[in-house]
């Protein structure tokens, strides 16, 4: 759906997007994740063809958004962040209007907006003024206005930002729902958000694309980081000489627990799932265990590690 190769935009000698190249596959969710200045909201106008780039190709569902722009954005729903809404509009005359813009005959333009209304949960609002809306429910008008003419590839640059929790959880429902019959490109500084949306993460710092990858594969590539946490009753050495047994533990650590257990803390080789050999021992040697969790890095420490080295040499 995005082909996107050694795209770079400038500003006035500085540069946002610096030599990008990237794909979106059909029916994806993928998440643009970085800190704001990172390149996220230029890189979504280029692709909407909202601006030019300074130089890389950027195709979208086969079409040039330079050279073919008309078809291109056909096929295109955007809803940027400062959502540029027509505050003295009622919302079914908005989207109505919007649908007509967007080429929709004056039959489908009224099921389009009614579908969206009911998609959107604006079917309570629809003879309401934008302006005297919530900000939640002006989030909603802004998607359903990228919805109504049925696009392949939904663009959303920080949907959720000013929402609070129940109205981020409503619109991340949404967005959620949208995966396959849609392709959705969301942009968002908020990790643990984009964990729980997306199918897949490019992490974006300094104009760059530093990583693009499942939340599952990035977590597995730091999988040599985490570590296995074991409560186990059984005596303190016969713990310690099983860990240096073990050839897939490559750092351990036994400390006393409550009652008769201990914490053991083992470090896997090679970033290994320690818990079915630790879960064979203690059956073997009839040992109680109370607990078997393996640590997970947060999306935060992802991108901490992702970003670190750039961080260091802007030092």
Known sequence: MIQVSNLTKRYAGRTAVDDIS??????EIVGLLGPNGAGKSTTMRVLAGFMPASSGTVRVAGFDVF?????????????PENN?????????????FRA??????????????????????LKDVERRVIGQLSKGYKQRVGLADALVHEPDLIILDEPTIGLDPQQIR?????????AGKHTVLISTHILPEAEMMCHRLLIMFDGRVLASDTPENLQRRMAGGSQVIAEIAAPAAALNAAWEEMPEVEQFDVAPGEGEFFRCALTPRDGRDLRPAIFALALRNHWPLRELTRSRHSLEDIYLQVTRPDQEELE
């Open 67 to 79: 050279h073919d722009s008309q078809e291109a954005r056909r096929r295109i729903g955007y809803m």
């Open 22 to 27: 990237f794909t979106v596959a059909r029916g």
């Open 84 to 96: 540029p809404l027509y505050a003295e509009m009622r919302v079914r005359e908005y989207l109505k």
């Open 100 to 121: 007509r813009l967007k080429g929709l005959g004056w039959k489908k333009s009224r099921e389009r907006v009614t579908t969206v209304m009911a998609q959107c949960g």
């Open 170 to 178: 409503s619109v991340r429902q949404l967005i959620k729902s949208l």
